[in-house]
């Protein structure tokens, strides 16, 4: 069964800090790049960080200097988030890209709120 899981989420302070993590299931094969989206109530999906399987990432500029994404293994990467800010509330959701297909993990709610 194809599965991609999240976890980490929670409710963290403004300044705080808080790790996301995301495992793909082994039947997806081929995986060229995992990364990190969210949504925010009212607002489209966007995109937080990707990190390809040759190392290439893409950060957000929101997020330029406070996030950092990185892969322990080739089917699981984690989103490092530091000094959390009000408007970083979201749920966020892993994304995890083949060349042929692109799969979704259910997401975990992030908020950030004193």
């Known amino acids: 069964q194809v599965q991609v899981v999240e976890s980490g989420g929670g409710l963290v302070r403004p300044g705080g800090s808080l790790r996301l993590s995301c495992v793909a299931s082994?039947?997806?094969?081929?995986?060229?790049?995992m990364g990190w989206f969210r949504q925010a109530p009212g607002k489209q999906r966007e995109l937080v960080a990707t990190?390809?399987?040759?190392?290439?990432e893409n950060l957000a500029d929101s997020v330029k200097g406070r996030f950092t994404i990185a892969s322990v293994a080739a089917r699981s990467t984690y989103l490092q988030m530091n000094n959390l800010k009000s408007e970083d509330t979201a749920v966020y959701y892993c994304?995890?890209?083949?060349?042929?297909?692109?799969?979704w993990g259910q997401g975990t709610q992030v908020t950030v709120s004193s």
């Open positions: 082994e039947s997806i094969v081929g995986i060229s790049a």
């Open positions: 990190l390809s399987r040759y190392g290439d």
């Open positions: 994304n995890v890209q083949t060349q042929a297909n692109e799969y």
